[in-house]
């Protein structure tokens, strides 16, 4: 049976008791169900549901206030974005929109 990293400490020395898989490096417990949720909170989705990859071309749904006077369209296409593994101010896309260059994006503002 493989058994799924610690959750909290990230090692790989977990293991079964009962119905919750235990981390003997930090203690820390939890069930399948937990397990199944964090996992599905891991994927990416847009305003309407779909799964987002790398790579994907989607589209600004609503206008977007960058600095003080710049602003991203609705409407605006964005191509080749990239997921972040890790959520920077609330942000989990990195895509380069035309004219503004490379800027973070949050994935409910935009539709594939």
Not at 27 to 33: F, K, Q, R
Not at 36 to 46: F, H, L, P, Q
Not at 86 to 95: N, Q
Request: hydrophobic share 35%.
């Amino acid at each position: 049976m493989d058994l799924p990293k610690c959750p909290q400490c990230n090692e790989d020395y977990t293991y079964k008791d009962g119905h919750l898989f235990v981390c003997p490096m930090c203690s820390y417990e939890w069930t399948e169900a937990a397990q199944a949720a964090s996992e599905e909170a891991a994927i990416t989705r847009d305003c309407n549901g779909n799964v987002l990859e790398n790579g994907d071309a989607v589209s600004v749904i609503r206008d977007l206030k960058l600095g003080s006077s710049d602003t991203i369209k609705r409407g605006t296409r964005v191509r080749n974005i990239r997921i972040l593994d890790e959520k920077v101010d609330g942000h989990d896309i990195l895509a380069k929109v035309d004219p503004f260059g490379q800027v973070y994006l949050k994935s409910h503002l935009l539709k594939k």
